[in-house]
């Protein structure tokens, strides 16, 4: 993706956000009106994160967010069965989040890899536990799987 392109993409951002959120009952850090820019599987995106400082200021970053409380199949699994559960969870993760659709992400923290943990929402969906739901992922809260 060209500067330019990331620049567009990060204005285009800025028009929409009004405002931070305050953290939620939960601890969590809400970012509304964020932007998807890739899915990478199905437990990681990309995310255009958008906050307003307190001087005024916004400031918009492209971060890789891990859905939190998730675990799906790996994509490069050498089990063909465990590869082709994994396409199904990142197909189905880009039915919910297609690249440059609204978002709210709640963020949490960081992984060992730098990732934010978060639960992202997409027109009122939360896409973990929907992925729960269908059998696609399984619960996960670090540690070994």
């Not at 850090?29 to 990309?46: E, K, P, Q, W």
């Not at 400031?59 to 891990?66: D, F, I, P, Q, Y």
């Not at 082709?84 to 919910?96: G, M, N, S």
Request: charged fraction near 30%; proline fraction near 3%; aromatic fraction near 6%.
């Amino acid at each position: 993706m060209t500067e330019l392109h990331h620049a567009l993409v990060e204005l285009c951002c800025l028009a929409l956000w009004p405002a931070q959120v305050a953290p939620d009952v939960t601890g969590a850090t809400a970012f509304r009106n964020s932007v998807v820019h890739r899915v990478i599987d199905g437990d990681t995106l990309d995310v255009w994160l958008i906050r307003k400082e307190d001087t005024g200021v916004f400031t918009a970053g492209l971060r890789r967010v891990r859905l939190a409380h998730v675990d799906t199949p790996e994509l490069r699994s050498k089990d063909p069965a465990e590869r082709a559960a994994a396409a199904a969870a990142r197909d189905r993760v880009l039915e919910l989040a297609r690249p440059g659709q609204l978002a709210t992400v709640y963020e949490y923290d960081r992984d060992k890899y730098g990732r934010t943990l978060a639960t992202i929402e997409v027109t009122g969906i939360d896409i973990g536990q929907t992925l729960l739901a269908e059998g696609l992922a399984d619960a996960y809260e670090g540690g070994k799987r």
